[in-house]
């Protein structure tokens, strides 16, 4: 069974510019979940997706933004961008079926804002 | 509040040394999940292990171990007789009972690194 998959893998933007990304989640699963990295922070939930529906969202700006579609592939948006925005971004899928199921990662899209 | 706490930021040993990486965590919750995952140099964060809160059963599988304490609130992981493929970081995490909070809040994760 195919991983998560997330494209770009690597993406060099400018300060003001937006960007999507990508993910795809492991088939069958309906619940994508979105996370960011940066040294300073460390992992951070950004939004998850289920069926279509957010249903809950970290403390980020209005910026983010998600979506996911019928197909259970999820993109997320940022608009603005700032030079605090560079970061690893992770996608996680899971079945979600009961609240203790595993969340799968994807190998992440490197975000880098000059 | 930091709801996961990974006290050790870097941790180096030498091949088959074992290797155990705390973590603290913190809930009102009497439900709850914890997690152990590994991210490789390629970024990809890999599940190792989930422990629900009522099973304090501590496991071992393969070179892997977990000693889950409720009293103390901790989790932790041992690597026994550690290779230099382990060299990783590892990130402990916590969900939450809330059933529309369906997310995981990551410790600061440890950077173990094994040299041959």
């Known amino acids: 069974k195919a991983g998560v998959t997330q494209t770009p893998r690597y993406l060099i933007k400018t300060r003001g510019q937006q960007v999507t990304l990508s993910c795809s989640p492991i088939?069958?699963?309906?619940?994508v979940s979105w996370y960011q990295q940066t040294p300073g922070q460390g992992l951070q939930f950004l939004f998850e997706?289920?069926?279509?529906?957010?249903?809950n969202k970290g403390n980020f700006p209005g910026r983010f933004s998600g979506r996911q579609f019928s197909n259970s592939r999820s993109e997320m948006n940022v608009s603005t961008l700032e030079l605090g925005d560079s970061a690893l971004y992770l996608c996680?899928?899971?079945?979600?079926?009961?609240?203790?199921?595993?969340?799968?990662f994807g190998p992440g899209t490197r975000l880098t804002v000059t | 509040a930091q709801k996961v706490t990974q006290a050790q930021t870097e941790i180096s040993v030498v091949e088959k040394e074992d290797v155990t990486l705390d973590c603290v965590y913190e809930?009102?919750?009497?439900?709850?999940?914890l997690f152990w995952y590994k991210q490789p140099p390629s970024g990809e964060l890999v599940f190792l292990i989930r422990?629900?809160?009522?099973?304090?059963q501590n496991e071992i599988s393969g070179r892997y171990s977990w000693n889950f304490q409720k009293s103390t609130s901790s989790f932790n992981f041992t690597i026994t007789a550690s290779q230099v493929v382990d060299s990783a970081v590892y990130f402990c995490?916590?969900?939450?009972?809330?059933?529309?909070?369906?997310?995981?809040?990551f410790g600061a994760g440890t950077t173990v690194t094994v040299r041959a």
């Open positions: 996680a899928s899971s079945l979600a079926l009961r609240r203790n199921d595993e969340q799968y």
């Open positions: 995490a916590l969900s939450e009972a809330d059933p529309n909070d369906y997310k995981l809040s």
């Open positions: 088939s069958g699963h309906r619940s």
């Open positions: 809930t009102r919750d009497t439900t709850y999940y």
């Open positions: 997706y289920f069926s279509e529906t957010q249903r």
């Open positions: 422990r629900n809160s009522f099973d304090e």
